[in-house]
C-alpha cells in the first residue's frame, strides 16, 4: 500500500518522475523490500525544489487540500518521498480508492 493513516493523518509513499512529458499519476512502484509507491510524474526540472512545488501543488488539487496540509517530510531532494497530509478526511481515503482503481484498470 502506497499510504498509511497516522495520527497526523495520512503518510504518502511517492516515487517521481521528474522532466516528464505531462503530470500525472502512472502507477504503483514496489522497490526491492517490498515498499510500494504512488508513480508520478512532473513536468518540472529536479532543481531549486522546482519539481517538488510542483508535485505538492498537482496532490493539493487532486486532493481538495490546501498546500499548507502537505509535507514532504523525508526525501526532498530524492525520487522516493515520504509525504505528510495532515488531514484525515474521508475524502482522501475515497480518492486513494480512485486511484487504485484506475491503476489496475491500466495494468
Do not use: C
Not at 497530509?85 to 486513494?96: D, G, T
Amino acid at each position: 500500500m502506497f499510504y498509511f493513516e497516522t495520527n497526523e493523518g495520512f503518510t504518502l509513499q511517492v516515487k517521481i518522475s521528474p522532466n516528464a512529458s505531462s503530470l500525472a499519476i502512472k502507477g504503483i512502484f514496489t522497490d526491492s523490500d517490498n515498499k510500494d509507491f504512488l508513480k508520478i510524474t512532473v513536468v518540472s526540472v529536479p532543481e531549486k525544489g522546482k519539481a517538488n512545488k510542483e508535485l505538492i501543488k498537482f496532490l493539493s488539487k487532486e486532493l481538495g487540500l490546501p498546500k499548507s496540509d502537505i509535507e514532504i517530510v523525508s526525501g526532498e531532494t530524492g525520487h522516493f518521498k515520504k509525504i505528510l497530509l495532515k488531514n484525515k478526511s474521508e475524502q482522501i481515503m475515497a480518492k486513494f480508492d480512485e486511484w487504485n482503481r484506475k491503476i489496475q484498470n491500466d495494468s
